[in-house]
């Protein structure tokens, strides 16, 4: 986000607006906060909206806007490498004879989360994607993309091991279908009712192999 409120200040200069990007880094951390849970955080182009709004310059171009949303996706994919741990522990499933898909939800800009995580080089492991608010009517903890992404498996939901980081949209939305419910602790992601709690993604595959023996 500091990123792209570097560039974008260097685009208002041009245009004859003179705002510093640490201004506009607050206003968008900000309006980011108030955003979450509503029906459209993920779409940047209303972060843009919303802050121009605020700064009194309420006719820029839509198409500039929506460029912006772009160059942020740009930066961010340049900037949120995967977790070291998912890469070997993807793989080690893979190699165990493990099914696996991928639940996330939208950017917010049609496609963009789908080329996104086709971006990243271990992509392929995954056998089904599922883009919630895309593929299906609503995001996450919307039960009709984990009920998708078991389909897209050929599996019950109740022979799916989901594994998150957010005790809300994760957790509610794969036991509201059935599936075991695992949260990886990350940056302090406490709360939820998960059936199991890691440290670390590489705990998952022991994880996995503990519950197949349970009766």
Not at 44 to 50: A, F, H
Not at 149 to 158: G, T
Request: net charge positive; with cysteine; aromatic share 8%.
């Amino acid at each position: 986000m500091l990123a792209v409120a570097k560039l974008v200040s260097k685009q208002l200069k041009k245009n004859g607006y003179s705002i510093g990007y640490f201004r506009l880094f607050e206003h968008l951390r900000r309006i980011d906060h108030e955003m979450l849970g509503r029906k459209f955080r993920y779409n940047r182009d209303v972060w843009w909206k919303t802050l121009f709004k605020e700064l009194r310059l309420e006719r820029m171009d839509p198409k500039w806007i929506h460029s912006l949303t772009l160059l942020y996706w740009k930066v961010y994919a340049a900037n949120s490498p995967p977790f070291r741990d998912a890469e070997p522990t993807a793989r080690k499933l893979k190699r165990a004879g493990y099914k696996l898909g991928i639940v996330s939800d939208s950017d917010g800009t049609p496609g963009m989360k789908r080329k996104r995580i086709r971006q990243v080089s271990f992509h392929n492991l995954f056998e089904a994607i599922v883009v919630a608010g895309e593929d299906t009517p609503r995001v996450k903890p919307g039960h009709e993309s984990f009920s998708l992404i078991a389909r897209k498996l050929r599996v019950q939901p109740r022979s799916c091991i989901y594994v998150g980081d957010n005790p809300r949209t994760d957790i509610e939305g794969a036991k509201a279908v059935g599936m075991i419910s695992v949260i990886v602790q990350r940056r302090g992601n406490h709360g939820g009712d998960p059936d199991h709690r890691v440290s670390r993604l590489r705990a998952v595959p022991g994880l996995v192999r503990s519950i197949q023996r349970l009766p």
